[in-house]
């Protein structure tokens, strides 16, 4: 599919039935991933997706370096291609906007600590600290992920004050506790949420405040085909309904007293993601095998997602209260 096109193939699918939705969203962004790679295949004019000249990839903060071989090829590093979609150090739509989202409540000072869940590469982690002077523990599922971040981490000087180590959620110990905690999509994928979210609440001061973002799926939505195919794909994804969420945190003592619905806006950057991808890719970059698979699976997993959204699956911010 040529770079001319992306912006029609990224916009609102057209108006069809959802099974003709899935195909569409599958057919067109899925395509970008095969056309990458082929050589000359994106379009070498002087001209980006949008009309405007073009600027070199390493002008755009979202395209600040690659990681090249001695060959010329582009190896990403873990969490890389995502960099390209949502910045220097994001691995998550909306991170910086859903991440003040979650804070502004908290009243954060100094003196106070925080657990992140789902730590990345560290980038809200290590703007929150910068902007507030608090020390945050990460902790990120991925370990490969967790490594990176760190080495980001202390090369800039905040190793200590924005610590990232990976950690299994079916076995969270914390031998400290904080004033707050966060997390961003990680509670869908948890087999075992009630279990999960007791070893959270072990680790929470009394008085602590906890804020997440997490897909939800409510029961009349749970048969759609692209939702069933988003499951299919991503495999322990196990979203709960709204209620659902909200009993199992009421079990374990917490009263969710904020649930707001964040689709259209992630569903959107999402969206604008992919297109800085392509603006990226159509730079001239050319990726290696690994990092070919490696974006093949990024863009593949967001057409699922995206497609479960508009079948029903939304993305809700969540704030509660210990005790």
Request: proline share 5%; with cysteine.
């Amino acid at each position: 599919m040529p770079l001319s096109s992306l912006k029609t193939a990224l916009s609102t699918p057209p108006a069809c039935t959802a099974r003709r939705a899935l195909a569409f969203l599958q057919r067109e962004i899925v395509g970008l991933a095969q056309d990458f790679w082929k050589d000359g295949s994106w379009e070498k004019s002087e001209r980006n997706i949008s009309g405007r000249a073009k600027t070199p990839a390493s002008a755009s903060p979202f395209h600040d370096k690659i990681t090249p071989m001695a060959n010329g090829l582009w190896h990403a590093q873990p969490g890389e291609v995502s960099e390209k979609m949502w910045g220097s150090g994001y691995v998550s739509p909306a991170d910086e906007y859903l991440t003040d989202l979650m804070i502004r409540p908290m009243g954060l000072t100094k003196d106070m600590s925080m657990l992140d869940l789902s730590a990345g590469l560290g980038g809200r982690m290590r703007k929150t600290t910068k902007e507030f002077g608090l020390y945050i523990n990460g902790r990120e599922p991925d370990p490969e992920l967790a490594l990176r971040g760190m080495a980001i981490s202390t090369a800039e000087g905040r190793g200590k004050r924005d610590e990232i180590t990976a950690y299994d959620p079916m076995n969270l110990i914390e031998h400290r506790q904080y004033d707050c905690v966060i997390a961003r999509e990680t509670i869908y994928r948890v087999a075992d949420k009630e279990k999960f979210i007791r070893a959270i609440i072990a680790c929470c001061k009394s008085k602590a405040q906890i804020s997440f973002t997490d897909y939800i799926v409510n029961p009349e939505a749970r048969g759609q085909p692209a939702i069933l195919a988003w499951q299919a794909f991503e495999k322990g994804a196990s979203p709960v309904g709204l209620v659902e969420m909200a009993e199992l945190w009421a079990k374990a003592g917490i009263s969710l007293r904020v649930h707001d619905d964040q689709t259209e806006y992630y569903k959107k950057e999402v969206k604008q993601g992919l297109k800085r991808f392509a603006e990226f890719m159509a730079s001239g970059v050319k990726p290696d095998a690994p990092t070919k698979k490696a974006i093949e699976k990024r863009i593949t997993t967001w057409a699922h997602r995206t497609a479960a959204m508009e079948q029903g699956m939304r993305i809700y911010r969540f704030y509660g209260l210990k005790g």
